[in-house]
């Protein structure tokens, strides 16, 4: 996951004891990390340009230069690498998935060239491990397929939806069906052309004592009579085209029941489902978008003056360099212990250090980009660099999959208990 990967075991410990930080990763995963930068350097980056152009352009289609690298990609081979089953993918485990997704992650639209793109790898997770037989084939078939885009609709503008359980959308029983009412808001992907199916979080049961037996998902296809998407939603001005984040309303949306999502009531549990592998996946890619702004940083300080010397030269952008270079590492050895975990033990048993890495690595990555911008003067805040689109999206992953401070909440809950009794 990066040059620094290769962390031999002690000679002196057990293996056990030496498993949670032996990164050396096995020759399938090598083999699928060069073929990846191969296409990289063949396909994505000579394209950055060409990208943005076509985004605006064709807004909210997708661009052509995408759908050519995503047959491109199918191709080789290099398709939905995130899914752990091997029906649908090449069945690699969080650990193997990790320095694949730092590769994508050094263009922030890269990953869906491989099908490997948020919402959709949540999306598609849920469907596997919730969904009935018919919803699998109705919906997961095309999203494996890349053919469609899919969004998750659970942020709300009227509440802190940080609480899950503060949402007030209703998905209320009405014969053989359910009648759904809210307002929704950042929803990622709702204004792509192609998406085509929204998974919806809400209250069915309000007055349940057990606040977590109140939610409800249900799957929504888009153009069910009441779904409105009202606008895109830019953030730092940017409405990253053709997904985009969306306001949607919900007027009186009728779906039948067979659209449920494993049961009424049980909406938090396949949110918690979710939203782990999700969160370990932002992190992933926000690794390789710190790498690059390292790398980047390297090389321009080495090629400008100041003051009669190279940039390289001074000591303060030495100093920067420095604490770069060592955040960045230390954010991949977090990430990388906590997909060993996930692997190991579960989701649930990983989650203290799933937390870590959601609270830590998204800030480092900010700090890594606002650095590298620094030195690359006025030109970083451009397009002609990667690194302003990039800290925008480190900058919302601190907001996206629960904010820093409901996981440092928990997280500090977690750590107390271990350590006080």
């Given amino acids: 996951m990066g040059r620094f990967h290769d962390v031999p075991a002690d000679n002196n410990t057990t293996e056990e004891e030496s498993s949670p930080m032996n990164f050396q990763h096995s020759e399938r995963v090598q083999d699928l990390q060069r073929q990846l930068t191969a296409f990289m350097d063949e396909h994505v ?6 990208f943005a152009r076509q985004a605006k352009e064709q807004r909210w289609q997708s661009p052509t230069i995408l759908e050519t690298l995503k047959a491109k990609a199918r191709d080789q081979g290099l398709w939905n690498l995130f899914m752990p089953d091997e029906r649908y993918g090449p069945g690699l485990s969080n650990s193997e998935y990790a320095p694949l997704a730092e590769i994508m992650g050094r263009v922030f639209w890269a990953a869906e060239a491989f ?7 949540g999306n598609m997770e849920v469907l596997l491990k919730y969904g009935t037989d018919a919803q699998r084939e109705r919906w997961l078939t095309p999203l494996l397929a890349g053919e469609i885009r899919s969004a998750f609709a659970m942020t709300e503008p009227a509440v802190a939806s940080s609480d899950a359980t503060n949402v007030e959308t209703s998905i209320l029983p009405d014969g053989d069906d359910y009648v759904i009412n ?3 808001w950042f929803i990622t992907n709702a204004m792509h052309e192609r998406c085509e ?9 309000p007055d349940n004592p057990n606040r977590h037996l109140q939610q409800t998902q249900i799957l929504v296809p888009r153009d069910t009579p009441g779904l409105s998407v009202i606008r895109p939603l830019s953030t730092f001005g940017y409405f990253e085209e053709p997904g985009g984040h969306a306001e949607v309303l919900f007027e009186n949306v009728r779906v039948p029941k067979e659209n449920l999502l494993l049961g009424e009531g049980r909406g938090f549990e396949v949110a918690q489902g979710r939203l782990g592998p999700g969160r370990i996946h932002h992190c992933m890619r926000l690794i390789g978008a710190a790498q690059r702004a390292l790398e980047m940083a390297c090389q321009r300080v080495e090629s400008r003056e100041v003051f009669g010397r190279k940039l390289s030269q001074q000591g303060s952008v030495r100093e920067s360099i420095a604490q770069m270079a060592s955040k960045v590492e230390m954010c991949r050895l977090l990430t990388l212990r906590a997909a060993a975990k996930m692997d190991s033990d579960g989701t649930k048993e990983a989650r203290d250090l799933i937390a870590m890495a959601k609270i830590m690595v998204p800030q480092m990555t900010s700090e890594v980009l606002d650095m590298a911008i620094q030195m690359h003067g006025a030109g970083g805040f451009t397009e002609d660099y990667f690194m302003a689109e990039a800290f925008n999206y480190a900058r919302w992953c601190r907001m996206a999959d629960g ?3 409901v996981h440092m909440m928990a997280l500090g809950k977690q750590v107390i208990g271990q350590y006080s009794n």
Avoid: L, W
Wanted: aromatic share 8%.
């Fill in 197 to 205: 199916i929204f998974i919806v979080m809400g209250k069915s049961d």
């Fill in 182 to 184: 809210g307002r929704k």
């Fill in 45 to 50: 980056y000579p394209n950055e340009h060409v």
């Fill in 115 to 121: 099908n490997c793109n948020a919402p959709d790898t």
């Fill in 403 to 405: 904010p820093d401070q």
